[in-house]
């Protein structure tokens, strides 16, 4: 079945910077493409979809890359501030998985002042 | 906005009782989703379903049961509840084919 490495588990950058998470799938069938994000004790938070006919999307700070070819996906945070801190998890769904998400293991994201 | 709500909220069990956690969607979403969250691993699908009287095994579904008396409601039941379950339940509610899922806030379950 589908397999999703999120990289980096923690990441720490000045207020500011940005902040740049990579998740690699292994699907060639998916189709769907999430970034969530959870602030402590809530739940899942959608940011930004995406579907596979789209290689970039940018949106509110926030910059999506999707490289079919390597089956890799990316979230660039541009300019973090605090209310950024959080856990970030990218998920995909492919047209054959009856409705069905596969999640990175999440980015823990903090920003320092 | 979507609205998933989850009870309860917080929950301490036995090791042997049951358990029982409930959702419900207002949106008429046809599919509703059970994970579990734990650090190390994401979020982990049990059950899922795509209808009422519908229930589908995920990828983790021992030790759990599914419940989908309604459009609304989706139950999650743990019949013999093991400190290995010790975790935070997240349910989830979508259209499927490519819209997004919505969650709930989350049910902490801790199982002596």
């Known amino acids: 079945g589908e397999q999703v490495e999120q990289r980096p588990p923690h990441l720490s950058v000045r207020e500011g910077d940005s902040a740049f998470i990579i998740c690699t799938y292994t699907?060639?069938?998916?189709?769907?493409f999430y970034w969530y994000k959870q602030e402590p004790g809530a739940g899942l938070q959608l940011l930004m979809s995406?579907?596979?006919?789209?290689d970039r999307k940018e949106e509110q700070g926030l910059t999506v890359l999707l490289n079919k070819k390597d089956k890799r996906l990316s979230l660039n945070l541009t300019a973090a501030h605090p209310g950024d801190s959080a856990v970030y998890f990218c998920?995909?769904?492919?047209?054959?998985?009856?409705?069905?998400?596969?999640f990175g293991k999440g980015t823990q994201l903090i920003i320092q002042p | 906005e979507a609205a998933v709500t989850q009870s309860p909220r917080n929950k301490v069990a036995v090791t042997g009782g049951k358990v029982t956690l409930s959702c419900n969607q207002t949106?008429?979403?046809?599919?509703m989703y059970w994970y579990r969250q734990d650090t190390g691993h994401g979020l982990r699908l049990i059950h899922y379903s795509y209808g009422a009287g519908s229930t589908e095994k995920g990828d983790i579904p021992d030790g759990y049961k599914a419940s989908r008396p309604s459009q609304e409601n989706f139950s999650l039941i743990l019949e013999l509840a093991t400190p290995s379950q010790t975790s935070v339940y997240f349910c989830a509610s979508g259209t499927g084919g490519g819209d997004t899922q919505y969650f709930g806030p989350g049910t902490r379950l801790l199982v002596l």
């Open positions: 995406v579907f596979s006919n789209v």
């Open positions: 998920a995909v769904e492919n047209t054959e998985g009856a409705d069905r998400l596969t």
């Open positions: 699907d060639s069938a998916t189709a769907y």
């Open positions: 949106n008429n979403h046809n599919n």
